[in-house]
């Protein structure tokens, strides 16, 4: 029993020692030390590969722990949620997440206002200030069979897919914002637009998409506001689709993409909905990323658990 609370009293940190491109593992001795001199309880397991962050969050539950930190960007932090909704320990609303963020691109802790400051994150961690946020869950295929996924942040279908498709080959480009940048606006020359039925609150939507996106929280790829009226614990998913825009029109329109007002584009249209369906009507399918991180294919299906998620907030 005694045991047991010392668990459930103590946070389980999971890392990625990869994240940051390596910063994880260049400061993590540092790091922790000054986690535990500031008194913060933890035990910390290292991944070993993609995936492995779920089955940890999966085992630490299991084993009793009932808050978990993952250290590392976006990714880790995605796959640790998936591991606190997979598990069939305990009900996913009573397990307290948080991230301590090392990733390149830092999306999800934008909305929430999570420092990035370690002496500053501390403090808001040991304040332990709760508050729940909504999850998204998407349902797509990979190579002919379905799967499942949850997401904390975004997730994007058609160009933005293609780009993190692409990019999975050149790694390197992680490294600097501004070669990822160059890279993202690059590929425009080098995407086609394929044709899809978009289907939402019973609405439908036919066209040669250049994007569509499903917000949880509002920034994405780096910065981006692309669903800028997302909000974390309303229960809608933040739905922004864009057809067939000119190459030329979506440069002279980056400002938009940054500045929250991309809704003010002729072409782009938003909506808070419930439910979200995309089939493919060619031969060539749309692709899927979830929290930056490339997934698969059409058809996919996009709904929402309201309020399931609980995290630490400001």
Known sequence: MELTHLKRQTWFVIANPTAGNGTVRRHWDK???????????????????????????????????????????????????????????????????????????????????????????????????????????????????????YFINVAGLAYDAFVLKKIKNHKFLTSSKLLYNIFVFGCLWQYRLTKARLIFDEQIVEDFFYTINAGICRYSGGGLQIVPHALPDDGKLALTFAG???????????????????????????????????????????????????????????SILEKALIIIAP
């Open 31 to 149: 790091t922790a030390k000054f986690l535990r001199e500031n008194g913060l309880k933890f035990e910390v397991v290292f991944t070993k590969k993609k995936g492995h962050a779920t089955q940890l969050a999966q085992e630490a539950i299991e084993a009793g722990y009932r808050k978990i930190i993952a250290v590392g960007g976006d990714g880790t932090a995605n796959e640790v949620v998936n591991g606190i909704f997979l598990q069939q320990a305990c009900p996913a609303s009573q397990i307290t997440f948080s991230l301590l963020p090392f990733g390149t691109g830092n999306d999800w802790i934008r909305t929430h206002r999570i420092p990035r400051k370690l002496n500053e994150w501390v403090s808001f961690i040991k304040r332990g200030k709760t508050t729940f946020q909504d999850i998204g869950l998407v349902t797509y295929f990979k190579e002919g069979q379905p799967h499942q996924r």
């Open 244 to 302: 067939n825009i000119s190459k030329w029109s979506i440069l002279r329109a980056l400002p938009l993409f940054f500045n929250g007002k991309i809704h003010r584009h002729p072409s782009v249209h938003i909506y808070q909905v419930k439910h979200i369906k995309i089939e493919t009507l060619c031969s060539t399918t749309t692709f899927l990323e979830v929290d930056g991180e490339f997934l698969g294919e059409t058809p996919v299906e996009i």
